[in-house]
């Protein structure tokens, strides 16, 4: 990373595994999606943000989100292809700034196509691809069920199927989320709700999201048919664990 005062960067332990890893992923992504229109999203979340420190992120280079933003346009310009479309969807405001003012930069700066709103980044990503319905968005709800068995994605599932029959919303085969940084998934009934973690370490704890669960990396790729089939593909690593010390 360059700074503003013309001195580099260099990336720690962590970060280098993060970084192959993000290597790794697009060459498994593009490997599957071989002749196929391909359609990136990245949802919500893309700069760490300093303003709201919400992180306390102590470990930052530059405090500068004009270079945050310019880190971001540089990992996506690393693997997109022309033919792309790439489509980024705004997270929290804690991390892409009020409005999304951040994601809207990197969506601009990257080509993205406007919207209906006539903005380039957008809170709610909605897609049909060969009549397969899809809704993106960062941040996933919670449940107050005490059943084990009912999760947040189980939860959303069960939202999006009220909506299509009080309101008569089209319910989406597939839904993804973010905002955790682990992933998880489940398919019910001919439906997909999944939530990809992030391409980051977490906080303070930089091998996870708490003193015992490791943080993980990666995304997911799904592939649509033209008869409406489709697949889902989750590519998912957990960070490297610190080990026990022998005393």
Known sequence: VLLPNGSKWQNNKVQLVIKERWQEFWTYARNLAKGRKVVCIINGDICENVVFNHHFPSSLVTLNREYHRRAAVAEIEEVRKPGDIWLIGRGTPVHDGDEGQDAETVAREIGCKQNEDGTYSQHIIKI?????????????????????????????????????????????????????????????????????????????????????????????????????????SHKNWSLPEKGYEKL
């Not at 943080?215 to 089939?229: H, K, N, T, Y």
Request: net charge negative; aromatic share 10%.
């Open 128 to 232: 049909d691809v060969n009549n397969i319905k899809m809704l993106f968005a960062h941040r996933i709800g919670t449940t107050q069920s005490p059943v084990s068995e009912t999760t947040a994605l189980t939860g959303m599932m069960v939202r999006a199927a009220r909506a299509a029959g009080l309101f008569g919303s089209e319910m989406p085969q597939i839904m993804g989320f973010a905002h955790r940084h682990v992933a998880s998934a489940i398919s019910v009934a001919g439906y997909d709700v999944f939530v990809t973690p992030a391409w980051c370490a977490h906080g303070e704890y930089s091998y996870g999201i708490d003193p015992v669960s490791p943080a993980q990396v990666g995304g997911s790729v799904i592939l649509v048919d033209r008869d409406s089939s489709y697949y889902i």
